[in-house]
């Protein structure tokens, strides 16, 4: 079983920068590709970014990509989303999920993950 907890979101304004952290527990975290994924009001989840257990692949949503940067600290068992030039359209409730099949495939895909954790608000308003 892991638990991942999420931290770092908040209230900021178009154009400004945040960067979310994803803690999960355990000594697997090395193992699993991890990923962050988005839930705005009235909307379904959505995928957003991925990185694989060992850092050498990652893949971003068109939405977010040139803008999200995702990196991982296996040392840390930790998962990070840096996120700049923050638009209105980015408010949402933030989860991360970890996926223990080793496998880089279908990263998007909310089906591929085993953990979840209970989010992180970021809410982008003037």
């Known amino acids: 079983q892991v638990q991942l907890v999420e931290s770092g979101g908040g209230l900021v304004q178009p154009g400004d920068s945040l960067r979310l952290s994803c803690v999960a527990s355990g000594r697997t975290f090395s193992r699993y590709n991890m990923g962050w994924f988005r839930q705005a009001p009235g909307k379904e989840r959505e995928f957003v970014s991925a990185?694989?257990?060992?850092?050498?692949?990652?893949y971003y949503a068109d939405s977010v990509k040139g803008r999200f940067t995702i990196s991982r600290d296996n040392a840390k068992n930790t998962v990070y989303l840096g996120m700049n030039n923050l638009k209105a359209e980015d408010t949402a409730l933030y989860y991360c999920a970890a996926d223990a099949d080793m496998n880089w495939g279908t990263q998007s895909r909310i089906s591929e993950y085993h953990y979840w954790g209970q989010g992180t608000q970021v809410t982008v308003s003037s």
């Open positions: 990185i694989s257990w060992a850092g050498r692949y990652t």
